[in-house]
């Protein structure tokens, strides 16, 4: 309160000064953002933090897991059983809450997914050969060995359409929880948990692809198959434009909703199809924007005041095509990562573990849900299987010579990350709705995500601790 009054008795010194002359009131307002900039630091601060995503995420898991199991249980899946349709004429299209959370806006997410995996092969960490080889081969064991773990336990029974929940890692979780502890530790650290994220989610994608699809409709798939070829038609032909991509996705989308194959497919397969170059050059970038300053005319400082920009026709024409220029330079895949990325990280992944997470227990006592085959499967595959998955792997390779380890690392860190890779949280949750129909062994699926992540997230936490203090010695 002391700064804000501060900040009111210097504002109205300085709004007063601006009346006796030009010149002064350039001072009021840079005062004026700078008491917003303090007054919103806070949230800039919290919105910077990469782990900020995992902390709305886990008080979404939180909140969701309070609801479900209090007196408002009935509230909270009639909340999400509630009927959503969009009507056109006599033609309608609906699905429940939970069904537009987990069919529509988790297009996004898996969009988002898509993008980053693009990059990351054309000039990110999967770029090299040499450089991915490592965390790509431990990705590849993370993945078996926890399938196998489930097996185990849940061989012979219908449970074992679940097979596939303990493969996956939440990267917001891992590299949240790698941010928050891993400070002083090597940059081959985070690289390598970065790129072992990104190949973990490429499995995971095409297991949902293949092996968790309905009942294939050849129309449909055909129609998808066509508005995907004339997206890459259109990033041929060097169309850039976010509004046309964007509506053919949302075409894209539909087709595959109804062709069988699971929707949030649509989103990897458009992120995949957007272009990533812009549609002219550096070269041409640099030459257009200082052709764009030369032509403007220097402005009259003294008469600078913060309405210039909308009395001087000259002023907004430079603003407009030197931003026209940007558009035109930067690859639109970037520019669409850039526009979706806090509206995932910071809407739909919280509202994803609100509506998912509700694990409702008042049929079995807690001891005879963690006791029970898928649950205990998931749990043992998240925080065993996953990390032993991946440092046999990533041992073997280095052993054979096939793949070395990342300079300053060493393999109690190593050891620390694949621990964080058994944080299986978004996408095992999804895959768990995609394998269970049943409400009790969706809810045993639940429970052994959240239990296996927690687990796993500590021990991870751990390890860190533990390698951060070796390295002090």
Excluded at 99 to 105: A, Q, T, V
Excluded at 195 to 208: E, N, R
Excluded at 235 to 250: D, E, K, Q
Excluded at 413 to 418: C, E, I, N, P, S
């Amino acid at each position: 309160m002391l700064t804000v009054f501060h900040f009111w008795i210097k504002d109205k010194q300085h709004q007063e000064a601006a009346m006796a002359g030009p010149g002064t009131d350039k001072e009021y307002f840079s005062l004026r953002e700078l008491f917003i900039s303090e007054a919103l630091e806070p949230m800039n601060r919290f919105l910077r933090m990469e782990a900020s995503s995992s902390i709305l995420l886990l008080l979404g898991a939180a909140f969701a897991l309070i609801w479900a199991n209090s007196y408002f249980a009935e509230a909270y899946t009639a909340l999400w059983h509630t009927e959503f349709a969009l009507h056109l004429g006599h033609s309608s299209f609906g699905m429940n809450l939970l069904e537009w959370i987990n069919e529509g806006l988790m297009a996004f997410f898996f969009l988002l997914i898509g993008l980053e995996i693009k990059r990351e092969i054309l000039v990110g960490e999967l770029s090299s050969l040499k450089a991915a080889l490592l965390p790509v081969i431990g990705a590849v064991g993370g993945m078996i060995v926890p399938g196998l773990v489930y097996s185990l336990f849940n061989w012979g029974t219908p449970q074992m359409s679940g097979w596939a929940i303990p493969m996956a890692t939440d990267v917001a979780f891992a590299l949240g929880a790698l941010a928050l502890l891993g400070r002083g530790l090597p940059s081959g650290l985070r690289i390598f948990l970065a790129a072992f994220a990104i190949a973990d989610d490429i499995g995971g994608v095409l297991i949902i692809a293949f092996f968790y699809t309905g009942e294939l409709s050849l129309n449909y798939l055909a129609l998808s198959g066509v508005v995907a070829f004339v997206m890459a038609v259109a990033g041929l032909l060097r169309f850039r434009s976010l509004f046309l991509f964007g509506g053919l996705g949302l075409i894209l989308w539909v087709c595959v909703l109804h062709s069988g194959v699971h929707s949030t497919i649509a989103g990897v397969v458009a992120a995949l199809l957007m272009p990533a170059r812009g549609k002219y050059g550096y070269e041409y970038f640099y030459k257009k924007v200082n052709s764009i300053l030369d032509q403007c005319k220097d402005p009259n400082v003294d008469a600078c005041y913060w309405f210039s920009m909308l009395m001087d026709a000259d002023y907004l024409d430079t603003a407009h095509r030197l931003r026209m220029a940007s558009t035109e330079v930067e690859p639109p895949l970037q520019r669409l990562e850039h526009a979706i990325h806090p509206w995932v990280a910071f809407v739909i992944l919280p509202l994803f573990a609100l509506a998912n997470a509700g694990v409702m227990l008042q049929g079995a006592s807690l001891g005879e849900a963690i006791a029970h085959p898928v649950t205990l499967g998931i749990i043992l595959g998240l925080f065993v299987g996953k990390p032993v998955g991946v440092f046999l792997a990533c041992a073997l390779a280095v052993r054979l010579g096939v793949a070395s380890l990342p300079e300053g690392v060493n393999w109690t860190q190593v050891v620390a990350v694949a621990l964080l890779g058994g944080i299986g949280f978004t996408v095992s949750l999804f895959i768990s709705g995609l394998a269970f129909v049943q409400a009790d062994l969706l809810n045993f699926a639940k429970l052994g995500v959240l239990m296996g992540s927690v687990v796993a997230g500590v021990l991870g936490a751990v390890f860190l601790k533990i390698s951060t203090s070796q390295k002090r010695a």
